[in-house]
């Protein structure tokens, strides 16, 4: 028969393996919550990058700006030019004076894009930039494809560098 110890050792064993699936199961249940409170995240900041602007926004006034040549620029936006051309990306740099609004389209392999801004405007709390950009004419009179990498020009970076009196408005690009 069973000796009463054997039995209680059995009970104790089986416990103590009961507490370890128990705490498995926490565990488990923990990275789980963990990947739910991830991913929820990750859905709010895409949400949150792709919002929509109401084109219909009172316009209090349009935006005095001039168009800068990227000789014309501070170093720091040229910096943060140099760092960001690679890849499409949008910031706003300000001094005292100036804000500068910079719109780049990452790296391309031909010439002949255009960027045109086609709209400026600010509300009560943000300013507003409506722009296009245009892809290089590729066709040629005659119907032939035209490429100036040919002609030993193989990477452009259109960028558009709008400079306007500083504000802290937050600015709003839209294509």
């Given at each position: 028969m069973y000796s009463k110890r054997r039995v209680l050792e059995a009970g104790r064993r089986v416990l103590e393996a009961g507490r370890r699936v128990l705490e498995a199961g926490r565990r488990l249940f923990a990275v789980?919550?963990?990947l739910l409170?991830?991913?929820?995240?990750s859905v709010s900041v895409i949400l949150y990058g792709c919002s929509v602007v109401d084109t219909d926004i009172e316009r209090k006034k349009e935006v005095d700006y001039t168009i800068a040549a990227y000789e014309d620029v501070p170093d720091e936006v040229k910096k943060i030019i140099e760092e960001k051309?690679?890849?499409?990306f949008s910031t706003v740099i300000s001094d005292r004076e100036n804000t500068y609004i910079v719109v780049g389209y990452g790296r391309k392999n031909m010439g002949g894009y255009q960027i045109?801004?086609?709209?400026i405007y600010e509300s009560d709390t943000d300013v507003f930039v409506r722009l296009e950009f245009m892809g290089p004419?590729?066709?040629?009179?005659?119907g032939e494809v035209q490429n100036d990498c040919a002609n030993g020009t193989t990477?452009?970076?259109?960028?558009i560098i709008i400079k306007t009196e500083y504000t802290q408005k937050s600015v709003n690009v839209m294509q």
């Open positions: 789980r919550m963990s409170a991830v991913m929820m995240i051309k690679e890849n499409p045109k801004l086609k709209d004419d590729m066709k040629s009179e005659n990477e452009h970076y259109p960028v």
